[in-house]
Structures are given as structure tokens and as C-alpha cells.
């Protein structure tokens, strides 16, 4: 009897050095996790991304390559136009990892985090609230509040939660990021361009400061800067289409029509179904007074919505106006009355806060009583 309670006992002491083995981080786990870490820190998301997703096929638990996954995929899904999805990716990945580990502070003020870039400020203030309930000094947690209550429009809270955030020396790239948004939902721009400079200064290589930066520069008018930052923006990534929407509209403010048209031509030759970019293309050639090239444009900017399923609440409603317009001084009836027609069934089925009518004989010039043809 002794020796089988002497036998159990030694393999129990076995069976639980094995599990804190499994447990603790190896070398070449630790090793892995640095290299993850320095591509996040070189603002190459995608390596940063794909080494955390292999340190998480050896460890599901590996907290600390989750909350790194999800951070890399916040914000790559704000460095181009079609990266959305990382951030549902992103909420999903913390979800999941909470259903095993619930109660851990660092995976819930990620997830606070998550959620208010998915849209869900109410919840990501909550989740916020309870790791600091436990943790005050938390600093991402306090980030998280911060954008949740810009979020619903308590602006002055942001601020003092984001000059908080701001104190401690944790998670500095996220506070003065958190803090550069808040002054900028207060209209102090120079403020916010301060902030989000100092964020640039902690990681010269992540995309979406760039784009923050020029919105504030925008902001107050700074034209150069807005540009220099775009620019910038396209030496990190050469295929970016969002930089050059952003300029394709900026040249259109400053009239300079030829850059706006070249920018705005690159948008869709990169990318052919994104509507944004059939929208800007046709714009501007409305505004050049290119009234066939715009109506091709736009024409195509409404197709691809319809294509697309996009919710017709969602839909740009100057696809279709403009596209009337531009077949309207061109006296191309057929076109006006189908693109009218197709803005009239999306009005009778969805609610549009835009307004497109036309008297009852049809729009003036053409004869024929609108029906409910489409293109």
C-alpha cells in the first residue's frame, strides 16, 4: 500500500510538472512573441499578424499573442478600404478568448478596445468600467472609456478619461491617440496634431496615423500637410487605394482637376468594385463639365451597389442624382428616365433621407411618363 501511495504521488508530481510546463512560455514561444511584437513595432501588420497566429496554433492561451493579434488587426482594418472585416476577425478572436479565460483584465480591455472600433460604444464602456473597477491604473482600459464616450458624443469625458490614459506610461501610442480624437471631437485641431504627432513619433510606420494626421491638417485648412502625409502614407504602401482616394478628393478641392482625375483613375484600376472610387471618378468629371464620361462613371458607382446587395440605406444617393443630371444636359432621355425610375423603386422600398422628383409629365425636355424600368 505504501508503494502504490509513493508510485501515485510521484506521478501526480509528474502528470502537474508536465501541465505547468505546457503552461509556462517556452524559450522559442518567448522568442516568437518578441518577433511579433518588433513587426507590429516596424508597422508591418501582416507579419505581426501571421507570427501571433502561429504562437496561438501552439497555444490557444497564449494571452499575450491574443491581445497583440487583436491590436495588429484593429488597426490594419483602418489601412485600406476593404480591411473592415479585421476588426469583426478581431472581436471574435477576443470573444472566443474570454469564453476560456473570463475575468482576465488585459483580453477584456482589449476587448473594450475592439469594441468600440466595431461601432458598440455602450458595451465597449462597459467592459472598459469593469477592469478598472479592479485595475484604475489600467491604461488601455482607460483608453477604451475614452473612445466609447466620444463615441456617444460625451466629448469633455473623452478628454479627461484620454488625459488619464495619457499619464501613464503604458499603451502610450494608443493614449495619444485616444487623446488626438478627442481634441479633434472639441475642435482643437493643433491639439490633436500634437498628440497624434507624438503617437507617429512612438511607431513611424503604422499607416492609420497617417491618415488621422491628415484629417486634423485638413482640418484647419493645412493642405501641404494633409498631402505629405498621404504621400507618406504610399511610401509605406505603394498599393494603398485609400491614400489616393484621399488625394483624388484633396486635388478636387484645390481644383486641381488633372491630379484628382489621375489619383481617382488609380482608385479603380486597383480597385474595380469598390463604388467609392466609380463615385469620386464620375464626380469630377461632372464638375469638369465632362457630362458623358461622368455619367459612365457614376452609372458604374450605382450598379456596383446594386450588384453588391448593398442595403439601400447605405447606398450613395449622388451615384444616381448626379447620373440623372449628367443625362439631363445631355438630353439622353432613356438614360434619365431609367436612372430616375431605379432612384424611385429605392425610395418606395427603403426609407432615403434625399430628395429626386420630377413632375408628374416626367422630367422636363422628355415626354414619356416615368414607369418602373430600370437599368
Known amino acids: 500500500m505504501l508503494g502504490l501511495v509513493i508510485g501515485g504521488i510521484a506521478l501526480s508530481w509528474q502528470w502537474l510538472g508536465q501541465r505547468l ?5 517556452s524559450r522559442a514561444s518567448t522568442d516568437s512573441l518578441a518577433q511579433a511584437q518588433d513587426a507590429f513595432q516596424r508597422g508591418d501588420l501582416d507579419d505581426a499578424i501571421t507570427r501571433a497566429r502561429q ?11 491574443i491581445s497583440l493579434l487583436a491590436r495588429a488587426l484593429v488597426y490594419r482594418s483602418y489601412t485600406d478600404y476593404d480591411r473592415g472585416v479585421d476588426r469583426q476577425l478581431a472581436l471574435e478572436l477576443l470573444e472566443e478568448a474570454l469564453g ?5 483584465l488585459n483580453l477584456m480591455a482589449m476587448e473594450a478596445f475592439t469594441l468600440q472600433a466595431v461601432g458598440d460604444p455602450v458595451a465597449a464602456a462597459q467592459t472598459a468600467q469593469k477592469v478598472l473597477d479592479q485595475n484604475p491604473d489600467h491604461a488601455l482600459a482607460r483608453v477604451s472609456l475614452a473612445l466609447a464616450y466620444g463615441g456617444v458624443g460625451s466629448f469633455e469625458l473623452a478628454l479627461r478619461e484620454s488625459l488619464q490614459a495619457a499619464s501613464s506610461p503604458e499603451w502610450s501610442l494608443e493614449s ?6 478627442s481634441y479633434s471631437d472639441l475642435g482643437d485641431y493643433p491639439s490633436a ?3 497624434i504627432e507624438k503617437a507617429i513619433s512612438l511607431n513611424t510606420r503604422l499607416v492609420p496615423l497617417y491618415f488621422e ?3 486634423y491638417a485638413l482640418q484647419i485648412g493645412d493642405a501641404d500637410a494633409a498631402t505629405a502625409a498621404y504621400f507618406q502614407v504610399l511610401a509605406l504602401d505603394p498599393e494603398n487605394v485609400k491614400a489616393r482616394l484621399r488625394l483624388c478628393e484633396l486635388s478636387s478641392l484645390l481644383r486641381e482637376r488633372n491630379a484628382a482625375i489621375t489619383y481617382c483613375q488609380q482608385v479603380t484600376e486597383l480597385a474595380p468594385a469598390w ?7 464620375g464626380r469630377e468629371y461632372f464638375l469638369q463639365g465632362n457630362f458623358s464620361a461622368a455619367q459612365e462613371n457614376l452609372h458604374r458607382c450605382s450598379s456596383l451597389q446594386v450588384m453588391q446587395n448593398m442595403p439601400i440605406s447605405e447606398r450613395r444617393f449622388e451615384c444616381w442624382y448626379l447620373q440623372g443630371q449628367a443625362a439631363e444636359v445631355q438630353g439622353d432621355c432613356v438614360g434619365l428616365l431609367a436612372t430616375y425610375n431605379e432612384f424611385r423603386e429605392m425610395a418606395a422600398a427603403a426609407a432615403i433621407p434625399q430628395t429626386w422628383v420630377y413632375p408628374p409629365e416626367g422630367p422636363p425636355g422628355c415626354t414619356t411618363t416615368p414607369t418602373n424600368s430600370t437599368n
Do not use: C, F, S, V
Open 55 to 65: 504562437l496561438l496554433e501552439e497555444n490557444p492561451r497564449h494571452t499575450e499573442a
Open 213 to 215: 494626421r491628415a484629417l
Open 275 to 281: 463604388a467609392d472610387g466609380w463615385y469620386q471618378l
Open 21 to 25: 510546463a505546457t503552461g509556462a512560455p
Open 193 to 195: 496634431i500634437k498628440a
Open 176 to 181: 495619444q491617440r485616444a487623446l488626438a480624437i
Open 100 to 104: 476560456r479565460a473570463p475575468g482576465e
